[in-house]
C-alpha cells in the first residue's frame, strides 16, 4: 500500500513533530490500567512504525501490533523486538483467532469512510476482547473543527546526510470528508534528488456520532481528556 519512501518519510515526519508518544502511550496505558489492573495482553490496532508500540512493550509482555502495511509493520517489528504482527485491514471484518485483554486504536478513526465502518469496527473489536476488556481510540476533528484549504510544511534530515520536503494542502470534499494531497521532495548524496506525491482521503466525525456507534454496536464507552490527546480519548468495555 506505501512505497519505501512513504514509510521512512512517514516515520521521520511523526518523529520528528515532537510528539509525546511515551506520554501518549503511558496515558492510554493508565485508562486500562484503572479499569482493568490486570491486563497482560494488548493489541495495537494502527502500530504503524511502532511508535507507541515501543512503549506499550515495556507494560505489556504478550504484545500485537496490527497495520494494513506490511512495510510499516516491518519497521515497527525492528523497533519492538518482540512484538508480533498482523496485517488487519481496520476496514474490513477482523477475525484474529484470538482475545485480548485490552485494545488501543491510535489514528484509526479518520480513515473509515462512514460512521457505519466505525459501528462494524467497533462490534469487531469488542468480540477479541476478553471479558472485562478495555477498548482504547483516539478520535480526530469533527466536521466543524476542520479548516479547509489547510496547507503545512515540514523538513527532516535524514541519516544518511540527506533531506525530505514534505507540503500538503486538504480540501472539504463533502460535509465530513477530506481530501489531503501530500508532495515530498527527496535529496540523498548518492542517489540525488526524487519527489513523489500521495492522496488520502479522510472523514471527520461529530461526538455524537462516535457515542452512537459505541452504544449500537453495544459498547458501553466514554470519552475523557488527556492532555497529550488533543481530542481526548474514547475507552470502552463490552455492555455487559
Not at 169 to 197: K, S, W, Y
Request: hydrophobic share 45%; charged share 25%; aromatic share 8%.
Amino acid at each position: 500500500m506505501y512505497n519505501d519512501d512513504y514509510v521512512e518519510t512517514y516515520d521521520l515526519l511523526m518523529r520528528s513533530r515532537g510528539k509525546a508518544y511515551r506520554t501518549q502511550a503511558l496515558g492510554v496505558v493508565r485508562e486500562i490500567r484503572e479499569r482493568l489492573p490486570e491486563a497482560a495482553s494488548l493489541l495495537d490496532l494502527g502500530t504503524g512504525t511502532g511508535l507507541h508500540a515501543q512503549f506499550f512493550a515495556e507494560e505489556f509482555d504478550d504484545l500485537v501490533g496490527a497495520d494494513i502495511s506490511a512495510d510499516m509493520m516491518a519497521l515497527a517489528a525492528k523497533r519492538v523486538p518482540g512484538m508480533a504482527t498482523l496485517r488487519v485491514d481496520a476496514r474490513a471484518e477482523i477475525d484474529l483467532g484470538r482475545t485480548f485483554d485490552a485494545i488501543s486504536c491510535l489514528w484509526v478513526i479518520p480513515h473509515l469512510e462512514s460512521a457505519d465502518e466505525f459501528e462494524a469496527l467497533i462490534a469487531g473489536l469488542l468480540k477479541h476482547l476478553n471479558p472485562g476488556g478495555v477498548l482504547v481510540i483516539e478520535p480526530w476533528y469533527g466536521p466543524d473543527e476542520f479548516h479547509d484549504g489547510y496547507v503545512a510544511g515540514d523538513r527532516m534530515s535524514k541519516e544518511n546526510g540527506g533531506a525530505i520536503v514534505r507540503l500538503s494542502h486538504a480540501r472539504r470534499i463533502g460535509a465530513a470528508r477530506i481530501e489531503m494531497v501530500v508532495h515530498h521532495a527527496v535529496a540523498d548524496p548518492g542517489e540525488g534528488l526524487r519527489e513523489f506525491t500521495e492522496q488520502v482521503r479522510l472523514s471527520l466525525f461529530t461526538r455524537e456520532q462516535l457515542a452512537a456507534c459505541f452504544a449500537s454496536a453495544g459498547a458501553v464507552a466514554e470519552h475523557v481528556e488527556r492532555d497529550s490527546f488533543a481530542w481526548g480519548l474514547w475507552v470502552a468495555r463490552a455492555a455487559a
